[in-house]
């Protein structure tokens, strides 16, 4: 099992993780970080595998996973 951890101030909401996750437990949310960019969440992060696909395909290095 895998445990993500979003910084959500480096996130500007691109989506490219929610492409990258193979069980599409990723999504882009309402919530505004404090540059004004949507961020996203894990919708169920118990089901992570800790692949970290995510976390290699953002462009902005604000996925950390842990194994």
């Known amino acids: 099992m895998g445990k993500i951890e979003i910084n959500e101030d480096r996130c500007k909401g691109c989506g490219l993780c929610t492409v ?3 069980l599409k ?3 882009v949310c ?3 970080n404090i540059y004004g960019y949507s ?3 894990i919708n169920d992060e118990s089901r992570c595998t800790g692949c970290a696909l995510c976390a290699g ?3 902005d290095v604000a996925i950390t996973v842990f194994k």
Do not use: N
């Open 39 to 41: 961020t996203v969440e």
């Open 30 to 32: 309402d919530k505004l």
């Open 57 to 59: 395909i953002c462009p």
């Open 25 to 27: 437990l990723i999504q």
């Open 20 to 22: 990258a996750c193979p």
